[in-house]
């Protein structure tokens, strides 16, 4: 079975400091990882995803994430905050499970940015 | 492109009313779903069609029924509403239902039930 646990339910940046967001995933098999960002009152954005190719993955606005098989994690990071990175953001593991194409969302990390 | 569209945004209903989640894609997908969003507990799955002509349950039914009417549109309909089915309702859309496909959100329909 599969299952994502975001390991911080809240975190709290400075504008211009770094950020990271953590998330370790359980498969039985290679999965497929993304991570969604959802701003207030909005739907949700894919920002990066992870599907087997390089371990270090782009995303959109700067933030990246790294696939670690050992560690069974893939932690989203950017260098430097913005006010407008403030948000929700959810770690997703994706695997084919009776015939569809199933996600799994963490419970989601609310980043907070101050000034 | 619109993307995916879903009306209403908002709705309020009493206990034991019905009403219907619309949702489109003009992306020319296969595949689309009706999510649930509490706090602190992410996105459940309600429904899936996984093509045009076919429907299946996700992780939390009970409570809905869904409609594939065509390949672009997919319809979310509470039969008889209770205050549990407050939420904000997510649909999406992928290209087709291999691992690897991300899925298109829509912006959503935040529905209270009294």
């Known amino acids: 079975a599969q299952s994502v646990t975001q390991l911080d339910s809240h975190v709290s940046v400075s504008e211009g400091t770094p950020v990271l967001l953590r998330c370790n995933y359980s498969?039985?098999?290679?999965?497929?990882l993304f991570w969604y960002v959802q701003h207030p009152n909005k739907g949700l954005q894919l920002l990066l995803k992870?599907?087997?190719?390089?371990?270090l993955v782009k995303g959109i606005n700067g933030f990246e994430a790294e696939f670690k098989k050992s560690e069974t994690s893939f932690h989203l990071t950017k260098p430097s905050a913005h006010m407008s990175d403030a948000a929700e953001y959810f770690c997703?593991?994706?695997?084919?499970?009776?015939?569809?194409?199933?996600?799994?969302f963490g419970a989601g990390t609310r980043l907070a940015v101050h000034p | 492109n619109a993307g995916v569209t879903q009306t209403p945004k908002f709705q309020v209903l009493k206990t034991g009313q019905s009403m219907t989640l619309q949702c489109a894609q003009d992306?020319?997908?296969?595949?689309m779903y009706w999510y649930r969003q509490d706090p602190g507990m992410g996105l459940r799955l309600i429904y899936y069609?996984?093509?045009?002509?076919?429907?299946d349950k996700g992780e939390v039914p009970n409570g809905y029924n869904v409609s594939r009417l065509n390949k672009r549109e997919f319809s979310l309909r509470l039969e008889s509403a209770a205050p549990s089915q407050t939420s904000v309702y997510f649909c999406?859309?992928?290209?087709?239902?291999?691992?690897?496909?991300?899925?298109?959100f829509g912006p959503g329909t935040r529905l209270t039930v009294l």
């Open positions: 999406a859309s992928s290209p087709r239902t291999s691992g690897g496909n991300e899925q298109f």
């Open positions: 992306m020319n997908h296969n595949s």
């Open positions: 498969s039985s098999y290679s999965p497929s």
């Open positions: 992870y599907t087997s190719a390089a371990t």
């Open positions: 069609s996984a093509s045009e002509g076919t429907t």
């Open positions: 997703v593991v994706s695997g084919r499970t009776g015939g569809y194409n199933k996600l799994i």
